[in-house]
């Protein structure tokens, strides 16, 4: 048993993802040469909100991919083939040369975004990468830094962000889960 706290609402979820957009359209200087790629499973669906936002914002679109780190993960040895994907042709074109910006919900250890860089290189050979998170959590345990995050939430190790989004989970909110005082090192 744990309690828990919405920490980012629908509202709260939208308005995050509108200003990481125009972040990007002001770093960039623009869009041109941008590939938005969504780590699986919740980056996805945040890379092709804010691709939403910046064909608002600048009226042109920017390409959207997708990222499987299953092979790339260095804390699950075993995983099954079957469950594993290669990078497909259409991502080996979309990073060659590029500015990827690669989308993930939460930042905690940062071991993830290390497999995603990893994939990304076997891809192809993007220009630059930038990170973008909705949520940042800290404990880091390698040398990674977002340049976008939605909303900076300190926590302590017990503690977990949960992201749901209305495309796979039928609602929008970042909660915060603590477990209770007695469950803490059992
Ligand atoms: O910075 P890290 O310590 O790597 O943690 C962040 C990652 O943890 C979560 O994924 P998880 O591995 O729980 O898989 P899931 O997205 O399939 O739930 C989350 O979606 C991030 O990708
Ligand atoms: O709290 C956490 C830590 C890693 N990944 C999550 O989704 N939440």
Redesign the pocket.
Known sequence: MSDSRVIMDESAIRRALTRIAHEMVEKNKGIQGCVLIG?R??GIYLAKRVAERILEIEGHPVAVGELDITRYRDDRPHIAESSITTPDEELKLLVKDKRIILF??????????RAALDALMDCGRPQSIQLAVLVDRGHRELPIRPDYVGKNVPTSRHEQIDVSLQEIDDDDCVTILHPREAEIGR
Do not use: C
């Open positions: 780590i499973t919740r993930d919900d939460v930042l905690y250890t940062g071991r993830t975004i």
